[in-house]
């Protein structure tokens, strides 16, 4: 059984860092693609960034140069590390797992975690 427990969201002021953790169980994670989502309220769940099993990355246009994706297998965790945060960067983010990366792009999986909120505000 997959498991996979985000944390590290929080309140943070406009122009700030957080950075979030996935750590994943039930799976061989070493050989798997890791997705992080989002989902604002009111709007649809999108793809924030992906990371392949060999490290290869890719990031939705709003994130570029701020989000940065990463993973430990040693530790079977993910990463998120997000910069220079603005408001539309609200949202509970979610980690993804059991998809594949095809051409430079990651395709959902169907293993989610619970969901961890971050929330940019003054």
């Known amino acids: 059984q997959v498991q996979l427990v985000e944390s590290g969201g929080g309140l943070v002021q406009p122009g700030g860092s957080l950075g979030l953790s996935c750590a994943a169980s039930?799976?061989?994670?070493?050989?798997?693609?890791m997705g992080w989502y989002r989902q604002a309220p009111g709007k649809q769940r999108e793809l924030v960034a992906a990371?392949?099993?060999?490290?290869?990355?890719n990031y939705a246009d709003s994130v570029k140069g701020r989000f940065t994706i990463s993973r430990d297998n040693a530790k079977n965790t993910v990463y998120l590390q997000m910069n220079s945060l603005k408001p539309e960067d609200t949202a509970v983010y979610y980690c993804?797992?059991?998809?594949?990366?095809?051409?430079?792009?990651?395709?959902?999986?169907?293993?989610w975690g619970q969901g961890t909120q971050v929330t940019v505000s003054s």
């Open positions: 990371i392949s099993r060999g490290g290869s990355t």
């Open positions: 993804n797992a059991g998809g594949f990366w095809s051409g430079s792009q990651y395709y959902t999986g169907g293993s």
């Open positions: 039930g799976i061989i994670f070493s050989i798997n693609a």
